[in-house]
């Protein structure tokens, strides 16, 4: 069954360097999204995306944060100026174009922010 | 977005049916049910999506009254390894930039 891929699946990064998580979406889907998950807390969304723009995101996506599809293939999500309390698992997930289409998540990236 | 509201925990043991109830007073015409399973470290995993009426695929059963303000998951003959979370869901999947909004799930723990 095809899944949705994240690399690396942990991230150690000193506060104020950028990290860039990458994600490989199922190979026929048109929308991503990003999530993340503080230890002990619940998902909370943080962007989708659409046909190579942002359909909404929420108010932790500020400008630290930002996303990629460089290619056919790879979804990215840069935060920039890493603060401690980004330290927490991202999660990707990808969804095809139909209506009832559910999203399918990967697997996550932990992300420790020293 | 309709907000949901699950029960934070339940126990229950090997063999044993489980019935997850999610209540969704404000849930619009156009919103699916869809249920997710999580387990530590893993990203949530999809279980189960309807509508209306009951839906059953090889893992669970989804179970949705005439009027769609609640739903029911129900996973028959549990075991050790179906300890875990469990969210409801509630959104319109057909629109671009579903703005997925996760509650506190219910933590399901399976005793032997």
């Known amino acids: 069954e095809p899944e949705v891929t994240q690399t690396p699946s942990h991230q150690v990064t000193q506060m104020g360097q950028e990290v860039i998580l990458r994600c490989v979406p199922i190979?026929?889907?048109?929308?991503f999204y990003w999530y993340r998950q503080i230890l002990g807390q619940k998902v909370e969304f943080l962007v989708s995306?659409?046909?190579?723009?942002?359909?909404?995101k929420s108010e932790i996506f500020d400008d630290q944060f930002s996303v990629e599809r460089p290619d056919g293939s790879n979804f990215t999500l840069k935060i920039r100026s890493t603060k401690l309390e980004d330290s927490a698992m991202y999660f990707c997930?990808?969804?095809?174009?139909?209506?009832?289409?559910?999203?399918?998540f990967g697997d996550g990236t932990r992300l420790s922010i020293l | 977005l309709a907000k949901t509201t699950q029960p934070i925990s339940m126990d229950s043991y090997e063999g044993q049916e489980v019935n997850i109830t999610c209540s969704h007073n404000?849930?619009?015409?156009?919103?699916?049910i869809t249920w997710y399973q999580q387990f530590p470290s893993q990203g949530p995993r999809f279980i189960i999506q309807?509508?209306?009426t009951k839906v059953t695929n090889e893992v669970a059963s989804l179970f949705i009254p005439a009027d769609r303000k609640s739903s029911t998951l129900s996973l028959p003959r549990v075991s050790l390894s179906d300890t875990a979370v469990y969210y409801c869901?509630?959104?319109?999947?057909?629109?671009?930039?579903?703005?997925?909004?996760f509650g506190a799930g219910t933590r399901l723990f399976v005793k032997a």
């Open positions: 997930a990808s969804r095809g174009d139909y209506s009832n289409q559910p999203q399918h």
């Open positions: 190979s026929n889907h048109l929308y």
């Open positions: 995306f659409y046909n190579n723009e942002i359909s909404e």
């Open positions: 404000n849930i619009a015409t156009n919103d699916y």
């Open positions: 309807g509508y209306k």
């Open positions: 869901l509630v959104g319109d999947v057909g629109t671009g930039g579903f703005k997925t909004i």
